[in-house]
């Protein structure tokens, strides 16, 4: 059973364009919202971060928007580069009671392509 | 500054052969993470060290896995009698604490024949 999904495997967008990237969630104890970067044979990069006390976090080019009653969240990239073409992880950690705040559950990835 | 490192960056085995991946953490980060991401797969969460408390074992797949951290610093996966279901990058991660931002090492891939 997924608690993390990401829907679109992969998504092609034109360089200068807006690139969105979703993600849903069905646990309602996460709280704690990331997303990671990963290019090919290297480890996931931490992106961006959003607390579930926030809608919307924006860091540069990247910015998260969270929309809790519909457990949902994206990611938007404006304007994308080319640079930008990687596989993007949304992940998710619960809520501190139980004391397993540190456990990040990953989705799938969607791999970005960003053409010149 | 020295990131997370893993070796061996890849790794095959035989089945039923016993393996042991390796990871370094950043130099001072307590927290200490390891994941398997399966072909197609997100990332799947094995265990956690954090200091000198018991570790979070509740995602290791079967008792032919096991971890160690020794010292608080260097941790060693081991898969005993392997499988080919094993077959995945095993990705370790560092963080200064919990919830801390986790730093990914380039993970160790696996082929079990």
């Known amino acids: 059973d997924q608690q993390v999904k990401q829907n679109s495997p992969s998504l092609s967008v034109q360089e200068g364009r807006i690139s969105i990237l979703n993600c849903d969630y069905t646990n309602s104890m996460f709280d704690y919202f990331l997303w990671y970067k990963k290019y090919p044979a290297e480890g996931p990069t931490f992106l961006i971060s959003i607390s579930s006390i926030k809608d919307k976090n924006e860091d540069g080019r990247f910015t998260v928007f969270l929309n809790k009653s519909a457990k949902h969240l994206s990611l938007h990239i404006v304007p994308s580069q080319p640079g930008d073409s990687a596989v993007y992880f949304c992940a998710a950690s619960p809520l501190n009671s139980g004391g397993s705040n540190y456990k990040l559950t990953f989705g799938k990835g969607t791999l970005l392509t960003v053409n010149p | 500054g020295a990131g997370v490192s893993q070796s061996p960056s890849n790794k095959v085995t035989e089945k039923g052969k016993d393996v042991e991946l390796r990871c370094d953490p950043i130099?001072?980060?307590?927290?200490l993470y390891w994941y398997r991401q399966s072909l197609g797969q997100g990332l799947e969460f094995l265990i956690y060290f954090q200091g000198n408390s018991a570790p979070d074992k509740s995602g290791l797949p079967s008792d032919r896995f096991s971890a160690e951290r020794t010292g608080g610093s260097v941790s060693t996966l081991t898969i005993q009698r392997t499988q080919q279901e094993d077959s995945a990058v095993y990705l370790c991660?560092?963080?200064?604490?919990?919830?801390?931002?986790?730093?990914f090492g380039p993970g160790t891939r696996l082929l079990v024949l």
């Open positions: 991660a560092s963080s200064w604490t919990r919830r801390e931002t986790q730093y």
């Open positions: 130099s001072g980060h307590t927290a």
